[in-house]
């Protein structure tokens, strides 16, 4: 009997601890932008291009500015997945070498949704990928008139 | 006037973001029965955002150097002041790397970047010219293509970092497509006027060369395959000996197993036509077989072995590890 109340016990501590994270990295992800300077749409290429770090402006002249959640949070190793179908560490490199050539901005990392919306909030140009939206002074951004990835 | 223009274009409301990493290397050699332990050059990497539009770059290394009094100097390799002015088209002034051919503008000083320990034998022999001073129009990810390209013009070979040497300008003309993901096609044209009495790597020219660079590359980094190979054809000539034509290519192949392990190999040739007077003329093959492994991105372990034939000098034989880092 207390093996099997001890077993229960292990079993639901073990789902409660790893379900959030597991259920964050498989979350879907939807794009935010500043709601000033950012287009509302987009198409889902043209955010590719502009998340690799390949546009340097929008359309209006606004730089261009990345904001990301940390690669080693679960919603940063969702997005290193899902939108860039890099790993962490492959997703840093692509980007240092990037940045030691001259040719591109790195991202802003956050460890906090809250800070990333913040900042997305008020930079001009900024755009980032969040599992949700709770911040009404920043934009969804429809990708291919979709509002989740 | 000039101050007031200045001004003008700059935003004082913009925060300035400024990076500064640096990336080191050390070196174990086994070559000629005799064991050698070295460090190699100790980058330091600094950009910042000065305005909206402005933005800085600067590399310095430093190096070991026999014959400075202090065994080590300090080299400027970039200082590059890049203006934004309209989408991904950019002027840029300053001290590059002449964007000749996809290594010398992809690596530039950051060895844990390099797929292999050292550069290709093009670069080691001086067949290509790392640095250019000068200014330049550059154009990126343009179109469904991505067609990139970069104009510059710039104080020759011969010149110093704050002088050119003669009135001759050096021109570099390069275009490049990326038609799919991790692949990069690439050519350029480069020429120079070398004039007489010009001091190219320690020797003294002795008469005046028209030297003109075509070179055609093809990059591929994917998830599994790596694969870059890139040929240039020089022309150096003058009025009494011709014109002789050089033409140093090489290829490297890698195979990504479990993701952070990579086995590769690089060819390396070097073929000089008879007659040639500007280069070390020694007809030169190189194979070099080595396995990197990936810590992170910012650490990285390479093992190899390279077989050097020379017509002239002889064959050499050495195996090298390099730890590479980032910080």
């Known amino acids: 009997m207390k093996r099997l109340i001890f077993s229960t016990v292990y079993c639901w501590a073990a789902i409660s601890f790893t379900c959030p994270v597991t259920q964050a990295q498989n979350a879907e992800l939807l794009v935010i932008g500043n709601i000033e300077t950012v287009p509302s749409e987009m198409k889902k290429n043209q955010l590719t291009s502009v998340l690799k770090g390949e546009q340097q402006r929008w359309k209006n002249g606004t730089k261009v500015v990345l904001a990301l959640m940390d690669p080693d949070t679960p919603i940063g190793r ?38 990333l919306e913040a900042f997305v909030a008020k930079t001009p140009g900024a755009i980032g990928v969040l599992d949700q939206a709770t911040d009404s002074s920043v934009k969804i951004v429809l990708i291919d008139g979709n509002e989740l990835l | 006037m000039t101050l007031l223009i200045l001004f003008i274009g700059f935003n004082p409301a913009h925060g300035q973001k400024t990076l500064i990493k640096g990336f080191a290397e050390v070196v174990t050699t086994v070559q000629d029965g005799k064991l050698s332990f070295g ?28 014959s400075s009094p202090t065994k080590f100097n300090v080299s400027i390799e970039r200082i590059i002041l890049k203006y934004n002015y309209k989408g991904n088209h950019n ?12 290594w010398n503008d992809t690596y530039h000083h950051g060895r844990v970047f390099f797929p292999t320990i050292n550069r290709p034998l093009l670069f080691q022999k001086h067949i290509i010219p790392i640095h250019t001073t000068g200014l330049s129009l550059q154009g990126l990810n343009l179109g469904k293509l991505k067609f990139g390209y970069d104009i510059m013009i710039g104080n020759g070979l011969g010149s110093s970092d704050v002088l050119d040497n ?30 007489e009495g010009a001091e190219i790597h320690g020797q003294i020219v002795t008469t005046r060369i028209n030297q003109s660079l075509i070179t055609g590359s093809v990059a591929y980094f994917g998830k599994k395959f790596e694969l870059l190979a890139e040929s240039t054809l020089a022309i150096n000539s003058n009025d009494s000996t011709g014109s002789p034509l050089t033409v140093a290519s090489y290829a490297y192949a890698g195979l990504k197993l479990k993701k952070k392990w990579v086995p590769y190999i690089r060819v390396d040739n070097l073929n000089y036509q008879s007659g040639e007077f500007l280069f070390e003329a020694d007809n030169t093959t190189s ?19 390279q077989y050097e034939h020379r017509e002239i000098a002889g064959n050499d034989n050495r195996v090298t590890a390099q730890f590479a880092i980032g910080f």
């Open chain 2, 39 to 66: 460090i190699g050059e100790q980058d330091l990497f600094i950009t910042s955002e000065i305005s909206n539009r402005l933005s800085f770059l600067g590399e310095t290394v430093f190096k070991f150097s026999p």
């Open chain 1, 78 to 115: 969702n997005t290193c997945t899902r939108v860039y179908n890099m790993s962490g560490d492959e997703l840093q490199r692509y980007f240092l070498l990037l940045v030691f050539q001259g040719k591109a901005r790195a991202p802003n990392f956050f460890d906090s949704t809250i800070d």
């Open chain 2, 287 to 305: 194979f070099v077989g080595g396995l990197r492994y990936e810590i992170n991105f910012l650490a990285v372990v390479k093992l190899e072995y």
């Open chain 2, 166 to 195: 003669d009135k001759y300008k050096s021109i570099t003309a390069a275009v490049h497509i990326k038609p799919k993901d991790g692949l990069r096609i690439g050519a350029s044209y480069y020429h120079d006027v070398i004039s």
């Open chain 2, 91 to 102: 002027l840029l002034v300053g001290k590059h790397h002449t964007p000749i051919n996809y």
